[in-house]
């Protein structure tokens, strides 16, 4: 979903005062919910699916569920983060329901600010520092983590995007998840482990 263009210049509004506007069905507020936070939510949606035509019907989905359940939001913890929790819940509904198999794009479908998360998400999991390998090299292992990727549930994948390719702070992930903070890092922990034996066990079995 590309950026909205505008060229003047929107007021900043904390959180509060935009869930309120949002409320009092302000059409100008919901506007600068979507413009504010569709690209991360539609970014959020491009990993978890893989489709680039999934995600953004995915995200227009999400904001549906936000604007039906606005009047959840009680403000404990930050917008952003309760915007994610509600995408993420979209998205894991979707990947049980219809039981997809995809593979993550790290590559990017749509080439975005967050390219550099990618480098950074790939070095994470698999325990490396960045190296100066020639092209195929790179190639051929960002294949196999993209294969591994797939072979993960749809939980754990989840909580990888969130914790290496988002950067999101335990703490954050407990309150989108709804879990406590030891079991986002057992389960962070998990799916890291879970993940690096999938890619190992792709370059024993690749020629």
């Known amino acids: 979903m590309p950026p909205a263009s505008d060229?003047?210049?929107?007021?900043?509004?904390?959180?509060?005062?935009?869930?309120r506007r949002v409320r009092a069905g302000e059409q100008a507020a919901w506007s600068i919910l979507?413009?504010?936070?569709?690209?991360?939510?539609?970014?959020?949606?491009?990993r978890m699916v893989s489709s680039r035509?999934?995600?953004?019907?995915?995200?227009?989905d999400a904001f549906v569920k936000i604007i039906q359940g606005i009047d959840s939001f009680d403000g404990r913890s930050k917008l952003s983060t309760?915007?994610?929790?509600?995408?993420?819940?979209?998205?894991?509904?979707k990947l049980r329901s219809e039981k997809l198999r995809r593979h993550a794009s790290l590559d990017a479908t749509t080439r975005t600010n967050d390219d550099h998360d990618e480098t950074t998400f790939a070095q994470q999991l698999q325990g490396s520092e960045p190296q100066a390998h020639e092209r195929v090299?790179?190639?051929r292992e960002r294949l196999l983590l993209q294969r591994a990727l797939a072979e993960l549930d749809s939980e754990q994948r989840?909580?990888?995007?969130?914790?290496?390719?988002?950067?999101?702070?335990y703490e954050q992930i407990a309150q989108v998840l709804g879990i406590a903070i030891g079991t986002v890092k057992s389960r962070v922990f998990r799916?890291?482990?879970?993940?690096?034996?999938?890619i190992e066990a792709q370059r024993r079995n690749s020629p």
């Open 82 to 93: 309760w915007m994610i929790r509600v995408t993420m819940n979209v998205c894991l509904s």
């Open 53 to 60: 035509e999934l995600a953004a019907d995915l995200t227009q």
């Open 158 to 169: 989840a909580i990888l995007i969130l914790a290496d390719a988002r950067g999101v702070a």
């Open 7 to 19: 060229h003047t210049k929107t007021p900043q509004l904390d959180d509060a005062e935009l869930v």
């Open 34 to 46: 979507i413009r504010e936070h569709q690209d991360r939510l539609f970014n959020v949606c491009l």
């Open 137 to 139: 090299e790179q190639d």
């Open 191 to 198: 799916a890291r482990t879970t993940l690096r034996d999938l």
